[in-house]
């Protein structure tokens, strides 16, 4: 019996990635258990599972039907307001002067500290139910806002519980080295995340990535290699932030330990994406970073004549205030030179590769059954129709999960 019978889609995009498109007009997807067990033209897929053998039928005429979007950099976890940080980054401030002054990740530090886990569960909840409705059905959620053993292990027991409350699919991220808390240096700092954090983090057992913020003035490539070394000593697989703000070498440290993914990559240079496609580490873009910084972007082509994987991701947190990854898109369009079928790619394919999920992000027998019904005709408008929501309902292992836009009752998808 199919569960789940979609028809008539002006588009059905199967598999997009960084090498090509595969795509159905006037298609039809078959779930049934959650997964999808077939994919082609309507007429030819309507012989052999017909609508009256189908649960739900869903008709979906002028509308395409796209992979459920992979969000694999994410630091959806926080408490407090920086809206003022964003008003003073526009009138000239820095990221390391407002860092100076008090702010930034540190700021964040202190209001995660104060909040209960409960209001740390409230406030992840809503923002997945914000980037669920935009089409996201996974998603990787970062600690780092704790800086100590009991509030890091807090924030993965927030995701954990956020995620069990809700259908979006969660990877969870250790990154205790996120920065250096108030009152210690780096070196001493690097030791408590090795000795303790990390021993107590795989006692949780919630954490399956272990990242590090490997940059001038944070952890250097010595201290981000022996916290990337002890999380894999631990089973946490490694996932680095590299050359977003000068070039220190995280890229080559990512290559060397194998890590999922190496991510931002402002700076990179062509020697260092040789070696991620070498070590098959995935790059992952963040183009609103640069967007909200009003910095350079990543040089998407350089890493696309190197035949890479490039996923893009929001790498929603306070300073980057973005739960939408068609925006992301957007961006990797106009602003990194990608077509509309790379950034679909980059945002379901390849971003599945950096969160090591291998069957997501594609729509073929025996994937999940995550995916997107666009208001819209064409993957195309994802980045061409910005500023609007082109997301018009969005299905997680074969339930509807969103309607018109609006994310449904949990009690009624549960």
């Keep these: 019996m199919t569960d789940l019978l979609l028809t008539n889609a002006a588009e059905v995009v199967a598999y997009a990635d960084h090498e090509r498109l595969e795509r159905v007009e006037d298609g039809a997807v078959v779930v049934e258990e959650g997964r999808v067990v077939a994919v082609g033209p309507t007429d030819e897929v309507l012989g052999d599972h017909p609508e009256s053998g189908a649960d739900e039928v869903l008709d979906c005429s002028g509308r395409a039907v796209v992979p459920g979007f992979v969000d694999p950099h994410t630091h959806a976890l926080f408490a407090g307001d920086r809206s003022d940080e964003?008003?003073?980054?526009?009138?000239?401030?820095?990221?390391?002067?407002?860092?100076?002054?008090?702010?930034?990740?540190?700021?964040?530090v202190d209001a995660v500290r104060e909040s209960s886990t409960g209001e740390l569960v409230e406030n992840l909840v809503e923002q997945f139910d914000a980037m669920l409705a935009h089409g996201?059905?996974?998603?990787?959620?970062?600690?780092?806002?704790?800086?100590?053993?009991e509030t890091e292990l807090r924030m993965l027991e927030a995701i954990d519980r956020a995620a069990a409350a809700h259908p979006i699919r969660v990877v969870p991220t250790f990154m205790g080295a996120h920065a250096v808390p108030r009152g210690s240096d780096a070196d001493d700092y690097v030791e408590e995340v090795v000795e303790e954090q990390i021993p107590a983090v795989a006692g949780q057992g919630i954490a399956e990535f272990c990242d590090v913020f490997c940059e001038e003035g944070v952890f250097d490539v010595e201290q981000s290699r022996r916290v990337l070394e002890a999380g894999r000593e631990h089973g946490l697989t490694p996932k680095v932030h590299a050359e977003e703000l000068s070039h220190l070498g995280g890229t080559g440290l990512a290559a060397e330990v194998g890590a999922a993914s190496a991510d931002h990559l402002l700076h990179a240079t062509g020697d260092d994406i040789d070696?991620?496609?070498?070590?098959?580490?995935?790059?992952?873009?963040?183009?609103?970073?640069?967007?909200?910084?009003?910095?350079?972007?990543?040089?998407?082509?350089a890493f696309l004549a190197r035949d890479a994987p490039v996923a893009l991701a929001t790498d929603l947190n306070p300073n980057c205030y973005s739960q939408s990854v068609p925006f992301a898109m957007t961006l990797g369009c106009v602003e990194m030179g990608l077509t509309p079928a790379q950034a679909l790619g980059a945002s379901t394919v390849n971003a599945a590769r950096a969160v090591d999920r291998p069957d997501a992000g594609r729509l073929e027998s025996g994937s999940p059954a995550d995916l997107a019904i666009l208001d819209a005709p064409s993957h195309v408008y994802l980045p061409y129709n910005f500023g609007v929501n082109s997301v018009d309902a969005v299905v997680v292992g074969g339930e509807t999960v969103v309607e018109g836009g609006t994310v449904l009752d949990r009690e009624v998808v549960a």
């Design 275 to 301: 070696a991620l496609v070498d070590a098959g580490v995935t790059p992952v873009l963040l183009p609103g970073t640069a967007f909200g910084l009003g910095a350079e972007y990543a040089d998407a082509e």
């Design 86 to 108: 964003f008003e003073a980054k526009l009138r000239g401030k820095t990221y390391q002067e407002i860092l100076a002054d008090g702010g930034g990740i540190l700021r964040t």
């Design 136 to 149: 996201t059905t996974t998603v990787e959620v970062k600690s780092g806002y704790g800086l100590d053993a």
